[in-house]
């Protein structure tokens, strides 16, 4: 039996995804695409079955998360990104 071969950027995010202690659910993976895809926050409950209350709370819950400081959601992308969850 043939074990399955992977490119080498392929090994790099299953370790990078592999190496995160914590979960995103489905509703933080939306916000993340959403918000990458540049989609406001009062646009948000379109997509995701929060309020407007629920989306911020979410949003400072996956800064603390990614252990990021501040207000605005540009850091929050990249570091999402960097870690493969966009």
């Known amino acids: 039996m043939n074990s399955p071969c992977y490119s080498s950027r392929i090994l790099s995010l299953i370790r990078q995804h592999i190496s995160n202690d914590f979960l995103l659910d489905a509703i933080d993976r939306v916000l993340l695409y959403e918000i990458s895809k540049g989609t406001k926050t009062k646009d948000l409950p379109n997509f995701v079955n929060l ?27 990249e570091i999402a990104k960097a870690k493969g969850y966009v």
Do not use: A, T
């Open 51 to 77: 309020s407007k209350s629920g989306i911020e709370r979410r949003k400072r819950h996956l800064k603390e998360v990614f252990d990021i400081d501040g207000k605005g959601d540009k850091k929050l992308i």
